[in-house]
């Protein structure tokens, strides 16, 4: 038997050669029934085709934005948490396998960063060109068939992306004949393209030739030849969010537009289906070609069979009473877009995407039957009979794989820096605590405040004030906050306060501008109705990661929840004086804040920043705590910028937090807050609290 693939549009596949040979074992241990290609066959049909009609099914298994969550481990708390990781997914693709006779593996992106482990192969030691990143080693044991480039990936710079995705990458700045051991699988993009060659910086999709085991229409085994397109987008916002690594080096343009350039050619080359990869989710916006989240419009382009999905860390089909998604287009029950079989897995290894592809042949050629399709997702945590949480077992050969690594990742963040004499959370940042937030403005503004006094003298006579958000703020689950316990303070610690590898950035703005910003975060709160004696949810959906917040005695300000958006930040002062809209000030950001932040504040588009630092956010804050070991309530957790404008409620006004947490409110001196239900409801292991807004 014969397998290979084809790279698109004449690129090199680059860097996975070697993996592929190893996997070939691997696939040969697992009894699959279908082989990935072999580099360099030729284009000869696999074997010879009967020619009666015949049956089968092609099962699409997806994994995104896994985040390099290999192990289900918290580099944060030092601690398994069976909740994610890749290597509880790897059981549910080995389960799926045995299930179906046909299956490809594909992975969404958003695949290389988000632990310390991948810092740490990244920045603290990096990893060697002779050795793949632990992430990809522990994929090769799964042995994928392809995968596209998610946002993240290019926050560690293009040198690197190129060295671990095999080398050969032309752009400027990248040794192109850099040959390393790469990812293991061919990775696809169609819509990021190198300023040097005015082509895809990876191929942008690859051709995948297997034998699918059918049924003939005498119902005996039968295998055939079939073309697999798999083709590959990601977010134009790179562009904006790595802008200091990509500019003038790379371009992007629309999925759409990609899709009409290369599905075409897919089948031009004899694709029988086309798969395609999104690393994006689903807007209901009107359509642009810088859309972040372009899978409604991406689906009706002709020649797409199925779309995997991703970014949004959000599920689809989601069969619950309020699923995630349910613009026009949008089929929970059958889990299409627009007619396209779809999923997205959730994030960091929490659920497998399988599609469920009817296919027939007709004695010629492969016909899809899309109407027939079954698309779901499989969780690696689910609840017995008896309604106790039961999680799937690690797959236990992964964990070895990555073994040495993940402990020296271990011993790097218990690295010490510092102590602290209070618990620093962001339970209850939402009602006002400043505890975990505060001390990372302060790291923020120091650094900002130093560079611009030696640096920038043109700015030197504007304030510099810093915003930041609670980036862990109970979206994943009641564990899914920052928490570090009083008492000595380690690298691990600092990188819980600041969780994602942005970089500072500074910008200029007006008083009027803050005002708006302010409102724009603002959107974090539903309006509540004052004279409504049922239960009101007080947290919207708008995230946590962009509630930006002052956290200084400098700037004080209300936000009225029973008004609507726009309306809502009421006696803004600066100096205790009300603030004057057209006062200068400088802002420590992020970089992701200063230039894609348009919908805060139009400055927010890059054109305000006057400064694009090269240091990342977390390690200016643990430079801070080096620097200022002692960490206090007083001195760094207790300056409330904020506070809710008072009314009384007819009814109660609640929120969910984390389990047993009223402490930490009643220690941040918060008023007013009480636990109404130790189980919200919600399966995520959160409490309900009320809030009353009168104190």
């Given amino acids: 038997m014969q397998d290979r693939y084809l790279p698109g549009a004449g690129l090199r596949a680059g860097g996975y050669s070697l993996a592929l040979r190893q996997r070939r074992h691997v696939l040969a241990a697992l009894g699959c029934g279908v082989l990935l290609a072999a580099c360099g066959g030729s284009d000869s049909p696999v074997s010879s085709a009967p020619s009666q009609p015949a049956t089968a099914t092609l099962a699409v298994l997806e994994t995104t934005d896994l985040h390099f969550n290999v192990r289900s481990y918290d580099y944060f708390k030092l601690a398994e948490d069976k909740s994610y990781g890749f290597e509880r997914t790897a059981t549910l693709i080995r389960a799926a396998r045995q299930e179906f006779g046909n299956t490809l593996l594909v992975d969404n992106g958003d695949t290389i960063q988000g632990t310390a482990l991948a810092d740490y192969e990244a920045e603290v030691k990096p990893i060697p060109c002779t050795q793949q990143l632990s992430m990809f080693k522990a994929m090769a044991a799964l042995s994928f068939d392809a995968g596209t480039l998610g946002n993240h990936e290019f926050n560690y710079g293009l040198p690197f992306l190129n060295q671990v995705l095999g080398g050969g990458m032309q752009v400027d700045g990248v040794d192109a004949s850099q040959k390393c051991v790469g990812s293991g699988y061919p990775a696809v993009l169609a819509n990021v393209y190198s300023s040097k060659t005015q082509k895809p910086l990876v191929q942008p999709y690859v051709?995948?030739?297997?034998?699918?085991?059918a049924k003939g229409s005498d119902g005996k085994e039968v295998r055939l030849p079939i073309k697999i397109g798999v083709i590959g987008f990601t977010t134009p916002g790179i562009m904006n969010w790595d802008k200091r690594y990509l500019e003038g080096k790379v371009y992007t343009e629309g999925a759409v537009e990609s899709a009409r350039k290369?599905?075409?050619?897919?089948?031009?080359?004899?694709?029988?289906?086309?798969?395609?990869l999104l690393h994006g989710g689903m807007d209901g916006a009107a359509y642009s070609a810088t859309m972040e989240n372009p899978g409604l419009y991406l689906s009706k382009v002709a020649g797409i069979d199925a779309m995997v999905m991703g970014h949004q860390h959000s599920i689809f089909p989601d069969r619950s009473a309020k699923p995630a998604f349910s613009q026009s287009g949008v089929d929970n029950q059958a889990g299409t877009v627009n007619g396209v079989p779809a999923v997205m897995a959730s994030s960091w290894g929490k659920a497998l995407g399988v599609i469920q592809l009817p296919l027939k042949w007709d004695g010629?050629?492969?016909s899809v039957d899309k109407s027939g399709?079954?698309?779901?997702?499989r969780n690696i945590q689910n609840k017995d009979a008896s309604g106790a949480t039961v999680f799937v077992n690690a797959d236990p050969a992964i964990a070895p794989l990555i073994e040495t690594q993940h402990q020296a990742a271990i011993s790097y963040v218990k690295t010490p820096i510092g102590s602290t004499d209070f618990r620093m959370s962001t339970l209850f940042a939402d009602v006002g605590d400043p505890g975990a937030i505060q001390i990372v403005n302060q790291a923020q503004q120091s650094y900002v405040a130093s560079y611009v006094q030696s640096n920038l003298p043109q700015y030197a006579s504007l304030p510099v004030l810093s915003v930041s958000a609670p980036f862990k703020s109970g979206f994943q689950g009641g564990k899914d906050f920052t928490d570090v316990a009083a008492g000595p303070l380690a690298i691990y610690n600092a990188a819980d306060l600041y969780l994602y590898p942005?970089?500072?950035?500074?910008?200029?703005?007006?008083g009027a501008d803050i005002k708006d910003w302010l409102e724009a975060a603002a959107k974090r709160f539903n309006q509540i109705d004052v004279s409504k004696t049922a239960e009101q949810q007080l947290i919207s959906s708008f995230p946590g990661y962009n509630f930006d917040m002052f956290t200084t005695a400098d700037v004080q300000y209300e936000i009225d929840v029973t008004q609507p958006l726009g309306s809502r930040i009421r006696n803004l002062s600066y100096l205790g004086l009300p603030i004057n809209p057209a006062q200068e000030f400088v802002i420590a950001t992020n970089n992701y804040r200063a230039t894609s932040g348009a919908s805060f504040i139009p400055k927010l588009n890059g054109s305000s920043t006057i400064w694009a630092s090269p240091d990342a956010n977390?390690?200016?804050?643990?430079?801070?705590?080096?620097?200022?070991?002692?960490v206090t309530r007083a001195a760094n957790g207790s300056a409330k910028s904020w506070r809710f404008t008072k009314?009384?409620?007819a009814g109660p006004v609640v929120f969910s937090?984390?389990?047993?947490?009223l402490s930490v409110a009643q220690d941040a001196g918060l008023n007013g807050i009480s636990v109404l239900a130790a189980d919200d409801g919600s399966g995520k292991g959160m409490s309900k609290y009320q809030i009353d807004l009168s104190k």
Avoid: C, F, H
Wanted: charged share 25%; hydrophobic share 45%.
């Fill in 502 to 510: 942005n970089t500072v950035y500074a910008v200029k703005v007006n």
């Fill in 364 to 366: 010629k050629q492969w």
């Fill in 657 to 661: 937090s984390g389990v047993d947490a």
């Fill in 647 to 649: 009314v009384a409620t």
């Fill in 373 to 377: 399709s079954k698309s779901e997702l």
């Fill in 618 to 630: 977390r390690d200016v804050v643990i430079e801070y705590v080096r620097k200022n070991p002692q």
């Fill in 262 to 276: 290369y599905v075409p050619e897919l089948r031009a080359k004899g694709a029988d289906v086309v798969v395609a």
């Fill in 207 to 213: 051709l995948l030739q297997r034998t699918m085991v």
